[in-house]
């Protein structure tokens, strides 16, 4: 297993400039998330989606387009890159197991700069 | 609403030093809860998780024990080493939502 992936690895954009990140995860998991982290601010949360057709906002949406194209793979767009967007990005998927309890398993991250 | 507060940091250890990093909650439900561990880097980690009140966590050296009545989840590990150093999140997630609620972080420095 590959766990879960995600591309790019790093990324300089103009500001104005759009740009796809792809995540996909092989675990068969229902649920994936977009989470940005920033200097002391941990992580926040800009998108989810619970199940394939399915999806909701999160503490941070503005500014961002999500695309859960099918189980394996949710990806999100930036329209129209600000430099308030330069961060990090995670891509996460949820187990949830027999009794209920959620675990979440984190791709590797894409390094974002807006210029 | 659900949330999870952590210790700041940066904190500085010598090796094989006794850590704590605390960490306690609110939350409206019954939840899970969950240390994750950051490498320089690198994504998000699983470290170790506990499900009920009294649930001991533990891996890699590094134990957490729920405990509803302080509503906390301090990690600890008896020794440190270098390869220790890395950022740990507190997290946690209530079983009637999707959604997971991460501390800010703690950056822990192990120096030789």
């Not at chain 2, 250890?13 to 561990?37: D, H, K, R």
């Not at chain 2, 020794?79 to 939502?97: E, H, I, K, M, R």
Request: glycine share 10%; aromatic share 12%.
């Amino acid at each position: 297993n590959a766990g879960v992936t995600q591309t790019p690895k790093f990324q300089v954009l103009k500001t104005g400039q759009s740009m796809t990140l792809q995540c996909a995860q092989d675990m068969n998991h229902n649920s994936m998330y977009w989470y940005r982290q920033d200097p002391g601010m941990g992580l926040r949360l800009i998108y989810y989606s619970a199940s394939e057709g399915t999806t909701d906002k999160g503490e941070v949406p503005n500014g961002y387009n999500v695309s859960r194209l099918n189980k394996r793979e949710f990806s999100l767009r930036l329209e129209s890159a600000a430099p308030s967007q330069t961060s990090v990005y995670f891509c996460a998927s949820t187990f949830r197991s027999g009794s209920g309890t959620d675990t979440q398993y984190f791709g590797p991250g894409t390094r974002l700069t807006v210029l | 609403g659900d949330s999870v507060t952590q210790m700041e940091g940066p904190v500085t250890l010598s090796e094989e030093a006794f850590l704590t990093i605390n960490c306690t909650y609110t939350a409206t439900g019954y939840p899970s809860l969950f240390w994750y561990v950051q490498y320089p880097g690198e994504g998000l980690q699983l470290l170790l998780k506990a499900t009920k009140a009294d649930d001991k966590g533990s891996n890699k050296g590094f134990e957490a024990t729920y405990r509803k009545e302080t509503t906390s989840f301090h990690l600890e590990k008896g020794s440190v080493q270098v390869s220790d150093s890395a950022v740990y999140f507190c997290a946690l997630s209530v079983n009637t939502g999707n959604q997971f609620y991460f501390g800010t972080g703690t950056s822990l420095t192990v120096i030789p």
